[in-house]
């Protein structure tokens, strides 16, 4: 619907936001919540907009940035010029209508303009307000919140890369997905809280918060005991064989969860006396002789490509798989029937993975283009 409204049947038909985040992390979370169902009005400064507009190349047929076109469909667009009392105004407006806010300006920039939690609740105490932030409201509010920064600060490239070389990033800004995920869960939570008492409440996800739970057992190993993970390249610290291997033509991912899967791979690469060899008989073993294994391994997968490996071990119930680029990865969910891209308009997107029987995620608005500023 070109008016931005939602079908009854939509699991968020009513929910409306008014949108004040860009760059990746609020903006993907709206679109999540768009996809759904929500009406998401994204505002956006004059002159430009968000950031991402601009960030290209690439950029799709009609000329704009695909870094915008990643995260910003189901939404409409209005510019406001919020270093104005009228535009702050128009933004005061908008929020206390919507009734649900999503921002993620540096801690304390909404307040200053007047537009803070507490400012807007004063008019509407239903109000959720989803503050995004690099490093939280407390001490760290001023420090600088690209993704980068956080992967570095938050340990997540000190457990990326090959040992022998430098640290590395993950190939896409995944902290900012991480925590637009995050904050979709908590806005669900608090609008469900808001439709059984009629209360609203803040919600508040930092960057380097969401990339700490996100750690999962690196994290835990910290945690519970005191284990400071390093990098593996693509090792598994806890398992093994669980990680790439190099074949005749290129290189195979294998993930070996137990020790039948173990066997059944030891069989299929025709040397099944290796499930049997005492430095192999456990996961723990297998971990305790990784180079050993990783060597043996290597010597026999090096008689086959690996599309024929891949195979193999598929239909044998071992967990395998060439490792795609991007084109690869598309073609193969592809081919299994996942749909994994949706054409809103004349626009190509990656689409929304959740599969719902009653509900489904539609498409109904392409990424907006900018409009004037009034």
Known sequence: MSDGTTEPTAALAGVRIAD?????????????????????IKVERPGGGDDTRAWGPPYDASGTATYFLAANRNKTSVVIDLSTPYGRERARELAVESGIVVENF????????????????????????????AFGSGPGAALPGYDLIVQATGGLMSITGDPSGEPQKVGVALVDVLAGLFACVGLLSAVRH???TGEGQRVEVSLLGSLLAALANQASAFTAAGSVATRLGNQHPSIAPYET????????????????QFATLCAELGAPSLARDARYLTNTDRV??????????????????????????????VPAGPVNDIAGAFALAESLGLDP????????????PIRMSRTPPAYRLPPPSLPGHD
């Not at 004040?20 to 998401?40: N, Q």
């Not at 891209?341 to 929304?352: E, H, K, L, Q």
């Open 341 to 352: 891209i949706a054409r809103v308009g004349d626009v190509a997107v990656p689409s929304n």
């Open 194 to 196: 808001r439709e059984r």
């Open 106 to 133: 540096r801690p304390g920039v909404m307040a200053r303009l007047g537009l803070g939690y507490e400012e807007l609740r004063a008019e509407r105490p239903d109000l959720i307000y989803c503050s995004i932030s």
């Open 20 to 40: 004040f985040s860009r760059i990746l992390a609020g903006p993907f979370a709206t679109m999540v919540l768009g996809d759904l169902g929500a009406e998401v």
């Open 245 to 260: 291997l190099p074949t005749k033509d290129g290189e195979i991912a294998v993930a070996v969860g137990n020790d039948r």
């Open 288 to 317: 305790a002789h990784r180079p050993e294994l990783r060597r043996e391994l290597s010597a026999l997968l090096a008689r086959e490509g690996t599309a024929q490996w891949a195979r193999r071990l598929g239909e044998a119930g």
